[in-house]
């Protein structure tokens, strides 16, 4: 590398460039090499799920973090970790890693149904390698910094899931902040998303929701419960496809605290609601442990109570769908939240042929899943188990986006706070991410030509992004 060469910070993605799924970005300045993430693509299954890493040599990672526990995040990284060359070191937070170990473990599972039903051996990893990868993740505190040879990173509050963190990383004076997938609106039990106290040069942001804007979030909780109470007062049975964890415990403490005001009505087993999950026991111990970890609001309740907001009063769980009875209407909370495959597909096949059944769709469908293909309220849909075999569709189907990612206003309102000069736009499909990045250009249209010039890009999978800080900044 020449002289100008080692002042010029490299960004590429492997993964999650102008596409929502298997993020995985590298950063490489000063001879220091940092990867962001290490996810899966959800519509796509074994080695096609994977970010394009023979297009990188992992063996030059220092440092790898993971931002939070969503699998098109975090699930190629028992992959990563045992099936490469890397020999980096893996960070994340508490609650991330210890969601992780449960969380991955499904995904094992999920994954090798798939695989018997394919007939190909296709699998990422075994339970084996998640177990051996879990020893060696280290965890990082909020607020805290750790040093790795002259890479300095920090861990801020993210909002989005529990554990969900912003990393703000520093290499000889130059600092990067990376979002993950973050939210800023407040929310039943997370804190929002936080602004470093120190200003960074370069920003990676997630663009999910492009410049798309969010109804006011009273608005969306009141017609998320009023849809599904008009549903079940029919007679109809409500499909919530959810991912496991994360966002689906938002909607349990909106629909819990609902049916606790309407009991007359829908309590003591008139209208049960189901979590159906293989995790749900396990998960929610974590969730109940780092009650500590969440906002003043549900600590609060926690305090005052003295019971655990998370021991839901009107909500019972499944194991599996053979212990279902099935009479009468229901609410069922089933992962996975796209419907690609397991429990909530299952209840999906049995539910969408009657037409006072809901499908209500309260995340972000990725492109080429079943959840996204709903949304175009096709007649029939094909069977799981048997392609050939179509299903009719009859039920409603309805979206309320529950997803905490920022829309554009608020993501817009956080980009002006941290003011860097240089904007990189990842996790979005290419025509939301697109119109963000001229809608920032147009932002920042008075600053062109200037020193505080605002760059955007946003690049593709595996190509380069290169950003020149010549004598500029101090090493420290
Ligand atoms: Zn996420």
């Known amino acids: 590398m020449d002289a100008l060469g080692k002042n010029s910070l490299k960004f590429f993605a492997l993964g999650g460039g102008n596409e929502v799924g298997r993020s995985c970005h590298i950063l490489q300045f000063k001879g220091k090499t940092i990867m962001l993430d290490a996810g899966v693509h959800p519509a796509h299954q074994g080695y096609s799920s994977l970010p394009f890493y023979d297009e990188f040599d992992l063996s030059k990672i220092d440092v790898l973090l993971i931002s939070h526990f969503h699998v098109d995040h975090a699930a190629s990284l028992p992959y990563v970790m045992q099936k490469t060359n ?85 290499i000889a004076g130059v600092r990067i902040l990376f979002t993950g997938d973050y939210s800023r609106e407040l929310d039943r039990h997370l804190n929002s998303a936080e602004v470093p106290t120190l200003p960074s040069d370069v920003h990676i942001v997630e663009s999910t929701f492009g410049t798309a804007t969010h109804e006011p979030r009273v608005n969306r909780e009141r017609k998320l419960t009023q849809l599904i109470h008009s549903t079940v007062s029919r007679g109809g049975r409500v499909l919530l496809p959810v991912f496991a964890l994360g966002r689906a415990q938002e909607i349990m403490l909106i629909l819990d605290e609902y049916w606790t005001q309407h009991s007359d009505e829908l309590g003591g087993g008139q209208v049960p609601i189901y979590y159906a999950s293989n995790l749900a026991k396990k998960c929610m111990s974590v969730f109940q442990t780092y009650v500590n970890m969440m906002n003043d609001d549900i600590r609060k309740k926690f305090r005052d109570s003295q019971t655990n907001p998370f021991v839901f009063k009107n909500i019972s769980y499944l194991r599996n769908i053979d212990d279902f009875q099935d009479f009468g209407p229901s609410v069922m909370l089933a992962s996975p939240g796209m419907l ?39 007649d029939t849909i094909p069977s799981i188990n048997n392609p050939e075999a179509t299903i009719p569709r009859r039920c409603q189907i309805e979206e309320i986006s529950f997803a905490a990612h920022v829309d554009f206003r608020e993501n817009l309102e956080f980009i002006e706070k941290i003011s860097a000069p240089n904007i990189i736009l990842v996790h979005g499909e290419s025509n939301p991410m697109g119109r963000l990045k001229s809608a920032l250009l147009s932002n920042f249209a008075s600053l062109r030509g200037s020193e505080q010039e605002v760059h955007v890009f946003n690049p593709r999978n595996c190509v380069d992004v290169t950003l020149e800080f010549n004598g500029i900044k101090i090493a420290k």
């Not at 070191?89 to 992780?100: E, N, S």
Request: a negative charge.
């Open 340 to 378: 690609q495959s397991g429990l909530s597909r299952d209840v999906l096949e049995k539910w969408c042929p009657e037409d006072k059944n809901l499908v209500l769709i309260t995340g972000y469908s990725v492109e080429g899943t079943m959840a996204k293909f709903l949304m175009l309220e096709p």
């Open 86 to 170: 890397f020999q980096g070191r893996v960070f994340m937070t508490h609650p991330t890693k210890a969601i992780y170990r449960w969380l991955l473990r499904d995904f094992v599972r999920v994954t090798s149904i798939g695989v018997s039903s394919g007939g190909k051996d296709d699998n990422l990893y075994t339970d084996e390698d998640l177990a051996e990868s879990f020893d060696r993740i280290e965890t990082i505190d909020f607020h805290s910094t750790v040093d790795v040879n002259g890479i300095k990173f920090t861990a801020y509050h993210a909002g989005h899931v529990l554990g969900a963190a912003m990393f703000q990383i520093e």
